[in-house]
């Protein structure tokens, strides 16, 4: 706890400063942008969510992001990030903050250094490393696509591989490759805030993961994104 004490205290202290140092013709901006609220069809018939919102300027931002499931008569699962962001080229973010996971039978609080952005060919990417109070060290790819069927009809292919270096058995994660994900959805933008949409996912956990809770399931998805 004094660790991420202190680390939400630096990152304060940094942004702060980088805040005061933007110029006087600098837009504040903020936005939430509800990326995946969905039911899932598959035998835990749960309803997942992935939300993330920012503020600030064109250069400094913070960014809040959360994740997770709800399982009907269980707790929810969820990631949750707070990081403070930094423009270091057109297309890329760096990022460090903090993290809190939590499920039903424990929780794990986390150091953050990430980076975000736009790679070849209009990829959306961020890679995170999460630093462990335990001295456990994980780290998350995650890569997305926007192919425009029509000027309204847009798929979105999706994969994320997340890895870590040692066991812990309350959290339901192994050493090494911990888990899979790969999915597209199929979004109609009835306007450019609101967009109902459907698709199907993979998501397998790997290694001492499985061992731990094993997983390999292809499901189906409904759902709706939007953002103001």
């Not at 005061?20 to 835990?44: C, H, N, P, T, W």
């Not at 600030?56 to 913070?62: A, C, Q, R, S, V």
């Not at 993961?209 to 409904?222: G, P, Q, R």
């Amino acid at each position: 706890m004094k660790k991420l004490l202190l680390a939400t205290s630096l990152l304060g202290f940094i942004t702060t400063n980088s805040f005061a140092m933007e110029g006087e013709g600098d837009i504040f901006r903020s936005s939430l942008v509800v990326d995946k609220l969905e039911y899932q069809f598959s035998d835990e018939k749960a309803t997942n969510w992935d939300v993330y919102g920012y503020a600030g300027y064109d250069i400094n931002k913070i960014y809040i992001y959360s994740e997770g499931e709800k399982v009907k008569n269980e707790s929810a699962n969820s990631e949750n990030r707070l990081v403070y962001s930094r423009a270091i080229s057109p297309f890329w973010d760096a990022q460090i903050g903090v993290g809190y996971d939590k499920n039903e039978e424990s929780h794990q609080t986390w150091g953050i250094i990430g980076l975000q952005g736009l790679s070849q060919y209009f990829f959306e990417t961020r890679t995170t490393l999460l630093l462990g109070e335990d001295g456990n060290i994980g780290l998350r790819a995650e890569a997305e696509y926007d192919a425009l069927l029509t000027q309204k009809l847009i798929l979105t292919p999706s994969i994320q591989l997340s890895a870590y270096t040692k066991d812990n058995e309350e959290m339901g994660i192994g050493s090494g490759f911990s888990n899979i994900t790969m999915g597209t959805r199929l979004r109609y933008e009835i306007t450019r805030e609101f967009a109902p949409y459907i698709g199907v996912e993979w998501n397998k956990n790997l290694g001492n993961t499985n061992d731990i809770s094993s997983l390999d399931e292809v499901y189906a998805v409904v759902g709706m994104r939007f953002w103001f």
